[in-house]
């Protein structure tokens, strides 16, 4: 749903006119379920630029997933890069212990989560408005079950 977003689609113009030779230096990488835009694989670091500092756990919540997908697929010791250009600021985030059983907790709560029969309450909070998935969890169902 994120490719539906101007919030995106802003996120991803500061990170093309903050960098506008990166895509030339470093790889787009999928795997499984993620892509990473900007990954040097020589160096293996993630490189994930990001509008404001805002909402960083959920940052450093993201790129621990890479982290862990990348460790999953046989690619240990990497280490990423927060860069939120609009405040000229970088943060490194690199695996630490205790991080596989902690990222391995997020994903089997998800799992739990999708595997509900119903969707949990709805949970009102400030930031909701700029989220990716916004229109999804405050639309609402009429009785014949068609989105409205």
Known sequence: MAHTLDIVAEGSLIGETSYPDRSKKYTELELEDIKIDFY?????????????????????????????????????????LLEYPKMRQTQIVEWEEGDQSLVQ???????????????????KKSICRSCSYFDFCYATESTDNDLI
């Open 105 to 123: 907790g997020w994903v089997q709560e998800v799992k739990e989560l999708i595997s509900q029969e119903n969707c949990p309450s709805l949970e």
């Open 40 to 80: 040097d694989a020589k160096n293996k670091v993630i490189h994930e630029v990001k509008k404001t500092d805002k909402e960083e756990q959920a940052h450093i919540a993201q790129v621990k997933y890479y982290l862990y997908m990348l460790s999953k697929n046989g690619i240990e010791g990497a280490s990423a």
